[in-house]
């Protein structure tokens, strides 16, 4: 746990996440958005009864869902899918029905016979499929793999069902189990794709329908409720637009496996995530020094003491009296107790008419952790004799030609100290 070592300098809005309502949508047919409906942790269990699902939104998968074969398919008892997602605590939860009026299965099942493929973006561009094949009355257990290499099934819970026509699919998958996959992300880049062979076992497919390709650029999407309900929570109760976020980033930002969203827009700093109250939560603060939000000039993430959570870190301008500007160098934590703390603050550059001096700033990785290094750039025009230090508190001055010229900035849980 992180403890606060200054005063917080934050407010905390929560924001309460609207139940979605009970639609039946049609899906386009490539790269759609498949949104994902919070519900209760205890809500649904992965044993073959479906009852559990009768809240959760149903989108259909039907002619405008075709992606290929459209010349083949011969309507609703040909085939037709239902797709239904719910997310929690505890993971996302899939069911996917498909209305199959002939299920073609061998005894050791390929790329020529009836099967789902649910497609993910991996790294380096590349995409990773989970296939399965269902039962049919000849070949009653389903086959639920990885195709190509050896990754493991660890993480994901399913059951595959007979149906009287056709087959459902329950699963669940938890933090990691999938590429891409992580608690509190706010979307998930995959497609799902009913791929059917009613001629038997053949090596093209009568038709394929789904959510998106099976490509990196032409993947459907998982969009998750609460995250989006909590971005346009914060930006509805800031009077913010879309158009006005300076920086976004998805990441650990308090303990824990779930991320959390940083939002910084306006001249606010927000942290926002479903584990960080009940149906998630928004805290927010006016970021320091920052009056307009041109004040506001560069920005960054990063693990400063290495207890794997983010810390923010910016510049902002500050106009002053006399035609004088000072940019700084701040950096907050958001800490376990749900506040935000400036852990560091460093004057960068100060400028009056042709008067300069600016220090540069890197980051060093040390292991785990992050050091900041000040160093001396730029001085022109000002002396030892003319130069006024307008620092104090926990702000760090100006490196001068007449003072030390670099300093290295270690951090830990408790604090800031000088190398």
């Known amino acids: 746990m992180r403890?606060?070592?200054r005063s917080a300098v934050c407010s905390a809005v929560c924001a309460a996440v609207v139940p979605a309502t009970l639609l039946v949508l049609t899906i386009p047919a490539r790269g759609s958005t498949l949104e994902c409906q919070r519900v209760d942790n205890n809500a649904i269990s992965i044993d073959g009864l479906r009852s559990d699902w009768n809240n959760v939104t149903m989108e259909h998968l039907r002619g405008k869902a075709i992606l290929s074969g459209k010349d083949q398919w011969q309507g609703k008892p040909d085939l037709e899918g239902k797709v239904r997602c719910g997310h929690n605590a505890k993971g996302t939860f899939l069911l996917v029905e498909v209305n199959d009026d002939q299920v073609v299965r061998t005894r050791r099942p390929g790329t020529r016979e009836d099967r789902v493929e649910f497609i993910f973006a991996a790294?380096?561009?590349?995409?990773?499929?989970?296939?399965?094949?269902?039962?049919?009355?000849?070949?009653?257990?389903?086959?639920?793999?990885?195709?190509?290499?050896?990754?493991?099934?660890?993480?994901i819970t399913h059951r595959v069902i007979r149906l009287r026509h056709g087959y459902a699919i329950e699963m669940k998958i938890v933090d990691g189990a999938v590429p891409g996959?992580?608690?509190?992300?706010?979307?998930?880049?995959?497609?799902?794709?009913?791929?059917?062979?009613?001629?038997?076992p053949s090596r093209k497919a009568d038709t394929v329908m789904g959510t998106g390709g099976d490509t990196v650029s032409t993947l459907g999407v998982v969009e998750y409720d609460t995250a989006r309900n909590l971005l346009a929570g914060f930006l509805k109760q800031k009077s913010l637009r879309k158009s006005q976020i300076l920086h976004y980033k998805v990441g650990n930002f308090v303990t824990?496996?779930?991320?959390?969203?940083?939002?910084?827009?306006?001249?606010?700093?927000?942290?926002?995530?479903?584990?960080?109250?009940?149906?998630?939560?928004?805290?927010?603060?006016?970021?320091?020094?920052?009056k307009k939000q041109n004040d506001l000039l560069r920005f960054r993430t990063v693990d400063l003491d290495g207890n794997g959570n983010l810390d923010i870190v910016y510049v902002v301008r500050q106009t002053i009296a006399g035609g004088l500007t000072r940019d700084i160098l701040v950096v907050l934590r958001f800490l376990d107790s749900n506040r935000f703390d400036i852990?560091?603050?460093?004057?960068?550059s100060k400028?009056?008419?042709?008067?300069?001096?600016?220090?540069?700033?890197?980051?060093?990785?040390?292991?785990?952790?992050?050091?900041?290094?000040?160093?001396?750039?730029?001085a022109s025009g000002f002396t030892k004799q003319t130069y006024r230090t307008s620092h104090g508190g926990n702000l760090q001055g100006l490196l001068t030609p007449w003072g030390k010229k670099k300093k290295t900035f270690q951090f830990a849980y408790d604090g800031v100290t000088e190398k």
Do not use: C
Not at 123 to 142: E, S
């Open 256 to 290: 824990g496996r779930a991320r959390e969203q940083l939002v910084i827009a306006g001249t606010f700093v927000a942290v926002m995530g479903e584990d960080l109250g009940s149906g998630g939560a928004i805290f927010s603060v006016k970021a320091p020094w920052a």
């Open 351 to 378: 400028r009056q008419g042709a008067r300069v001096l600016t220090n540069k700033y890197r980051f060093i990785k040390r292991g785990k952790k992050t050091d900041i290094q000040i160093s001396l750039a730029k």
């Open 3 to 5: 403890s606060a070592v």
């Open 123 to 155: 790294k380096k561009g590349k995409t990773r499929t989970l296939r399965i094949h269902p039962p049919n009355a000849r070949y009653r257990r389903a086959s639920v793999r990885w195709v190509k290499g050896r990754r493991s099934t660890k993480g």
């Open 181 to 200: 996959y992580a608690l509190g992300s706010p979307k998930l880049r995959m497609s799902i794709r009913i791929i059917d062979h009613d001629g038997g």
């Open 343 to 348: 852990y560091f603050m460093h004057e960068i």
